[in-house]
């Protein structure tokens, strides 16, 4: 198969990343070709590097015009794309083409499905529940979808040794931006929570983003005056993650890295961009995979102040620690390993590539296309204009507020200037009263 991979991204590297590095060396270790449209950085070099071909934009309309040439040149059979402007443009092509369209949903999302379900010809999700939110959302799409939970690289597996010490060591990971502030915020409330704070903790902090240096100022000032530390080690390489995590005691973290700190045989407490889920254990692990690790919730309005407090206190017995871990490992053997997960998304694209779709009449679908387009573009000006608009407003309300300031100064000093007469003319009075007497 020669497969088209769009995929759009903020940050330079993440859990979604990693996820689809991974299909990469599935699609070339079994002779597929794949092309990614993405934004230039380390990860296309990586693509790359396994042997993949990338068309570089950085999604902006004019340049999405030219990828769209460029790509139009060339034969597919079948794009895989995942959400937001990389759907957008894996769809045209896909219609163009008259090809195969294959989504797949990570998070609480639907990237207005509902609006495109028709041309979809199958619908990933990566855990139960966001097949149900989806399925809720758009019923039309059920039969199209299919769930298939991240899998975890062969490289994260157990340390063959294990060293007992008094301390121990918990290892914190996350993309440290502004969508996943629950997460940064429950690992702020664990290093505030005061029973924690009294246990001798080495924290490793893994991940970076824009809002560490927000967080970082926090995290430190929570432990400051106890007898714990925290290590920074930023992003690093896919590569020695599995080693930096074989370091900790425990893992705290969302999605995919909960699952490779599982993997490497780590206790692990699961907490993701939309909820708690709290430790994994055998009586927990079914529920919290079917969120993806907490990629489905309520955020804040799911989560007490202290849980995850009550999750550390736990994992300080040395006991209990190896037996999740052992639990752990043997959980994502069974059930989350990539080779898996692999196999039945390159089976599902085999079977919508031999299943076809049918071509759209694009000479007949044009002018409903084009009134589309032209609707879309009057919308985002005339939004455009009374955002303008609003802004100008609030400039000249923002002047207004400031020369009230400044005319308030001034009547605070000459308020002060005046009080000052009035005592200089109160002392003068006592002095010639004193006088006098």
């Known amino acids: 198969m020669n497969i088209l991979l769009p995929v759009f991204f903020h940050s330079a ?12 060396k599935a699609f070339i270790r079994e002779n597929h070709h794949v092309t990614v449209v993405c934004k230039p950085g380390p990860f296309a070099d990586e693509v790359e590097r396994l042997g993949g071909k990338v068309t570089r934009t950085d999604y902006s309309i004019e340049d999405v015009q030219r990828v769209i040439d460029e790509i139009m040149g060339n034969s597919f059979d079948i794009v895989y794309a995942h959400p937001f402007d990389s759907r957008q443009l894996g769809l045209a092509i896909a219609e163009s083409k008259a090809i195969p369209f294959v989504l797949v949903i990570h998070g609480m999302y639907y990237d207005e499905i509902e609006q495109y379900h028709s041309s979809v010809s199958r619908v990933i999700a990566v855990s139960e529940q966001i097949a149900t939110y989806l399925v809720e959302h758009c019923p039309a799409i059920e039969s199209k979808l299919t769930v298939i939970p991240n899998g975890v690289d062969d490289a994260f597996v157990p340390d063959a040794t294990s060293v007992s010490s008094e301390r121990v060591t918990g290892l914190f990971t996350s993309r440290l931006d502004a969508d996943k502030l629950f997460i940064l915020d429950v690992f702020l409330d664990a290093l505030e929570d005061e029973r924690v704070r009294s246990l001798p903790i080495d924290w490793i902090v893994v991940g970076d983003g824009t809002q560490r240096k927000k967080y970082a100022s926090r995290y430190e000032d929570a432990i400051e005056g106890t007898d714990q530390t925290m290590e920074w080690l930023g992003w690093i390489d896919q590569d020695d993650l599995p080693e930096a995590m074989r370091r900790a005691d425990f893992v705290i973290a969302p999605g995919r890295s909960a699952l490779e700190g599982m993997a490497v045989g780590k206790p692990t407490i699961a907490v993701g961009s939309k909820s708690y889920q709290g430790l994994v254990t055998p009586s927990t692990w079914n529920d919290i995979a079917s969120t993806n690790f907490g990629g489905i919730g309520t955020k804040y309005d799911g989560y ?7 999750a550390i206190l736990e994992l300080m017995d040395e006991t209990t620690r190896q037996e999740l871990g052992r639990f752990s490992t043997s959980l994502v ?3 989350f390993r990539d080779q898996g997960a692999q196999l039945l998304l390159l089976s599902l694209l085999e079977d919508v590539r031999q299943e076809g779709v049918e071509a759209i009449d694009l ?3 044009y002018p409903h296309v084009r009134y589309d387009e032209l609707h879309v573009r009057r919308a985002n000006r005339i939004c455009s204009w ?14 207004e507020l400031e020369a009230t300031k400044r005319l308030l100064d001034e009547l605070q000093a000459i308020q002060a200037e005046q009080s000052a007469e009035i005592s200089h003319l109160r002392l003068t009075i006592q002095r010639l009263s004193d006088a006098t007497e």
């Open 363 to 365: 000479v007949h679908r």
């Open 386 to 399: 009374k955002l303008t608009d609003r802004e100008q407003r609030l400039d000249v309300m923002r002047e």
């Open 13 to 24: 590297m993440g859990g979604l990343h990693r996820h689809i590095l991974s299909s990469v």
């Open 304 to 310: 007490t102040s202290g849980q995850i407090g009550d």
């Open 333 to 335: 053997d069974e059930h």
